[in-house]
């Protein structure tokens, strides 16, 4: 079969979406079919990479920090893209990444071309976008791009259960298969590090997570454990206000704000430090979402302190006792700083690091998540679904 990839992000440049999608790639490949994807020309930091897969770029406009993110930026995208899928060599199935309005336009040019697609929803932008901005008029209309691009589709994957119920609530009957997520174990891996007074934030943090109340937690447990530092490598909306409260709280000096980085680098930083924090603000729309940055942390060794709503607090509480996976807590600056505390105390033990990122490439792989989505890929591609 021939597959196209179409999203906005895509390897090099460093993201879960972008492992998600080389691993589909390469899956895809694994299994004799070939790939092409349709993506953005990559910031000039990104590091290069020989692409076995026909990967074809289009300059795009970035944000200020160097990332397609923010209306402008996705339509830059966007419009190229409706006349790149048109004239490109015909797939026998497409597979759309979001934001909503890249799946819209996919699923226009598929209709026109008689081609099925199939659409990722890892999560609901609008439910994101709830959390962004007080227009009533932005979040109707963003609800019905996305409604649109989620009925136009032969199948939806995603990770959770939770995001079924949501496509259901947007009124989206399409069929939803239910794949997963897990940690590229690749390049999240345990690796002998020395071991660092160090917490670490890994990934976006924008409204929905409330990342602040790390913040005011790390302020907390430097006032029993002082020396420590907090590393936030990623990046989100809430950037300003995260350095705001630091400089409130007086711990701005202990905090570094890195942006985002190659996975063989972030890894790095997972097997130095002490824990990984996840946060998932409660109250919000949200509340059904999965910290995926916890499996690419569980997969370095590295525990994860979760507090909030969702799945991610349950999953943890899953896995066996003896492998230190972590904590789940509730949305509570104290009991975030109280679990910082304990694991701080317990010290560094590698065997029981190399136990559970051992335990996570046997049973939460992207790898094996990525197989999933060829099979949902070549099961509409070839017609069976149609059928």
Request: with cysteine; charged share 25%; net charge neutral.
């Amino acid at each position: 079969m021939r597959v196209a990839i179409v999203s906005r992000i895509y390897r090099p440049e460093p993201s879960a979406a972008s492992l998600f999608l080389g691993s589909v790639s390469d899956a895809l490949r694994a299994d004799g079919h070939s790939v092409m994807v349709l993506t953005a020309k990559p910031p000039r930091r990104s590091d290069s990479i020989e692409a076995s897969e026909d990967v074809r770029t289009f300059p795009v406009l970035r944000d200020r920090d160097g990332y397609v993110r923010g209306y402008l930026p996705y339509l830059s995208f966007d419009v190229p893209l409706s006349v790149r899928l048109l004239f490109a060599t015909r797939p026998d199935v497409v597979l759309a990444e979001p934001p909503p309005t890249t799946g819209a336009v996919v699923r226009v040019v598929c209709a026109l071309r008689r081609i099925p697609y199939v659409y990722d929803a890892a999560d609901i932008w609008s439910d994101a976008a709830d959390m962004a901005t007080n227009s009533r008029a932005v979040i109707r209309v963003l609800r019905w791009v996305e409604r649109f691009a989620l009925r136009g589709a032969e199948t939806v994957v995603t990770i959770s259960e939770g995001v079924v119920r949501r496509v259901r609530d947007l009124g989206a009957q399409t069929r939803v298969v239910v794949t997963g997520f897990g940690a590229d174990t690749a390049e999240f891996k345990v690796v002998d590090n020395e071991p660092d007074k160090l917490f670490l934030y890994a990934g976006s943090y924008s409204a929905w997570h409330g990342a602040d109340i790390m913040i005011d937690a790390f302020a907390a447990f430097s006032r029993t454990h002082p020396g420590y530092r907090l590393r936030v490598i990623g990046n989100g909306t809430e950037k300003s206000m995260l350095e705001k409260r630091a400089q409130a709280l007086g711990v701005s000096d202990a905090i570094d704000f890195l942006d985002p980085i190659a996975p063989a680098e972030l890894n790095l930083h997972f097997a130095s430090a002490v824990a990984s924090i996840a946060t998932l603000k409660p109250g919000t729309a949200y509340e059904f979402a999965f910290a995926t940055k916890t499996y690419s942390s569980l997969a370095a060794g590295c525990p994860v302190i979760f507090a909030g709503p969702g799945p991610t607090g349950p999953f943890l509480s899953g896995i066996p006792d003896d492998l230190g996976a972590g904590t789940a807590c509730d949305y509570n600056a104290e009991e975030i700083a109280q679990a910082m505390r304990r694991l701080a105390d317990a010290g560094f033990e590698p065997e029981r690091r190399r136990a559970l990122g051992a335990w996570i490439d046997g049973n939460h792989t992207m790898r094996a998540v990525a197989k999933r989505v060829a099979l949902v890929l070549a099961d509409v591609g070839s017609g069976r679904r149609r059928h």
